[in-house]
């Protein structure tokens, strides 16, 4: 996917949230070389850190989100916890978004 359609993506997932009364904390943390986080976001005292997947299909939107990008953002989620030195509860989510249609998958797992 180009930078263009997954910065649309992005946007489109961030207006979801707003609208589902989340509000953005920041957007495209990077975390040195682990990798990035596409939005984090906040909703009853929980952290949200949300990659954000897009594609022509479902099926291959979900399934870009490998293994191995799963474990680097473990990681920058770990990275971003102690450096902003928090102590609160979070979870990792997915969404998807397919055209203009977006999926929300809270607290992924493998």
Do not use: W
């Amino acid at each position: 996917m180009s930078k263009s359609k997954g910065d649309i993506a992005e946007k489109k997932a961030c207006e979801y949230l707003i609208s589902q009364e989340f509000k953005i904390i920041e957007q495209n943390f990077y975390a040195k070389k682990l990798g990035e986080i596409d939005i984090i976001a906040s909703k009853n005292k929980t952290l949200h850190f949300i990659e954000v997947k897009s594609a022509n299909e479902y099926e291959i939107a979900v399934n870009n989100l490998s293994p191995s990008k799963l474990s680097k953002l473990k990681r920058s989620v770990d990275y971003y916890l102690q450096n902003k030195k928090l102590n609160i509860n979070y979870c990792i989510d997915l969404i998807v978004v397919v055209e203009d249609e977006i999926d929300f998958l809270e607290n992924i797992t493998f």
